[in-house]
């Protein structure tokens, strides 16, 4: 007979299920402890009752150290294939087709794919080591310098970041894609030029070269852009704290460090053409 009565239903007497009330029995006749519903004795549910609550790794949530780790891995990847592209520095060609193409299927997949991710940073790495070769033949220990310079920025950022002294704002926002738009069209005007051998734009950096007021006009809009990188680096920042609060899955990790490798890519190098145009020829 069923009961409605709690009182009644926890029950092994007045379970429905027989297993319940027998095992029960065997462990009274055992002089053990009572068995509940599930077999289980009271030791045993105070036990689990007594266990820590699930974390967001056993619920499969994106934590801190979750990101951390992947990022880890992708530059890791990243390093090991840039040794390849500084002594194969043709290569890079192939690692910025590949990479651009990989980052569009990265940006617009809707689930992250650890496998793409990673991809992607072992065509960066040849594309980063192959242009790092050629700016070093030139600028010799220029390598070094923007490789510290980016850890530099980088420290900097997450610092003032964790601290709460820089946070991203709507209209800060607003304004850095309107400068990264002015300067993705700034890059195209001075590649053309260049590509047609324009007058002063035909140097090793185009219209970058030309000097205002005694500074060279590129080594001012790199300032800039370094600026802007930074600020993406708290766009990242942010959308990774977002995540981490709301319980995004675990997978979304991956783009989170997608995410890093695209602004820290993009930091090195414009923090390297920098340095190369402030040293000159």
């Known amino acids: 007979m069923a009961h409605s009565n709690p009182g009644f239903s926890q029950s092994p007497a007045f379970s429905n299920n027989g297993k319940d009330l027998a095992a029960w ?5 055992q002089g053990g402890q009572p068995v509940v519903n599930g077999g289980m004795t009271a030791d045993q549910l105070q036990a689990m009752y007594n266990q820590p609550s699930a974390t ?5 949530r994106m934590t801190y150290e979750d990101v951390i780790a992947k990022t880890v891995g992708a ?22 087709l590949g990479g651009f193409v990989l980052a ?16 992607y940073a072992a065509l960066e790495g040849l ?15 220029i390598v070094p310098q923007a490789a510290f310079g980016t850890l ?3 420290a900097v950022t997450l610092a003032l970041f964790a601290s709460g002294k820089v946070r991203a704002s709507k209209r800060a926002t607003q304004i850095f894609l ?4 002015g300067y993705v069209a700034y890059t195209l005007v001075n590649l053309g030029l260049q590509f047609f051998h324009v007058g002063a734009a035909s140097g090793t950096f185009g219209l970058s070269s030309i000097r205002v007021f005694g500074l060279p006009l590129g080594g001012v809009i790199g300032v800039v852009v370094v600026l802007l990188a930074a600020y993406s680096l708290v766009l990242d920042f942010t959308q990774i704290k977002v995540g981490v609060d709301r319980g995004a899955p675990r997978v979304f990790g991956w783009q989170a ?25």
Do not use: H
């Open 127 to 141: 594309f980063v080591g192959g242009i790092s070769a050629f700016f070093e033949q030139r600028w010799d220990g």
């Open 25 to 29: 029995q065997k462990s009274q006749a």
């Open 257 to 281: 460090a997608f995410g890093l490798v695209v602004t820290i890519v993009w930091l090195y190098t414009e923090i390297l053409r920098l340095l190369a145009i402030f040293r000159g020829n």
């Open 104 to 119: 569009m299927v990265n940006i617009f997949k809707k689930r992250p794919s650890a496998v793409l991710v990673l991809a």
């Open 152 to 154: 530099g920025v980088f």
């Open 75 to 96: 530059f890791a990847i990243l390093l090991v294939t840039a040794a390849v592209g500084w002594f194969v520095p043709a290569l890079a060609i192939v690692g910025a």
């Open 178 to 181: 309107v400068a990264i738009v």
């Open 56 to 60: 967001p790794s056993d619920t499969d």
